[in-house]
Nanobody, 126 residues
Framework: QLVESGGGLVQPGGSLRLSCASS????????VGWFRQAPGKEREGVSW????????KYLGSVEDRFTISRDNAKRTVYLQMNNLKPEDTAVYYC?????????????????????WGQGTQVTVSS
């Protein structure tokens, strides 16, 4: 089970840190991605991180503003979001897929992820 937290209402230019906690299994052998879906729009991938954090990827529009990280000991993946813009408004989901010992794997498509959280709302508005 994945549980997201940290969403909320923030003004443009503000920051939020999303957390994705796993229970009961460890995320050690899982690649993790953050995805979002705005009203009336398709889901899109935002950021991804491999098992040992030496590979991260970002959607182009967030690359200079968002940072993904993970703490495997705490079974948690984070998404630090800075300089938020109204177009970042969406429900944010974390997702995980087991890659076993293949830490070099980092799937980008949502269809490749098996486990999903329930989502957390992020609203950027003045």
């Amino acid at each position: 089970q994945l549980v997201e937290s940290g969403g909320g209402l923030v003004q443009p230019g503000g920051s939020l840190r999303l957390s994705c906690a796993s229970s009961p299994f460890s995320l050690t052998h899982f690649a993790v991605g953050w995805f979002r879906q705005a009203p009336g729009k398709e889901r899109e991938g935002v950021s991804w991180i491999n098992t040992n954090s030496d590979m991260t990827k970002y959607l182009g529009s967030v690359e200079d503003r968002f940072t993904i990280s993970r703490d495997n000991a705490k079974r948690t993946v984070y998404l630090q979001m800075n300089n938020l813009k109204p177009e970042d408004t969406a429900v944010y989901y974390c997702a995980a897929v087991s890659v076993g010992s293949r830490g070099y794997l980092l799937p980008l498509e949502g269809s490749e992820y098996k486990y999903w959280g329930q989502g957390t709302q992020v609203t950027v508005s003045s």
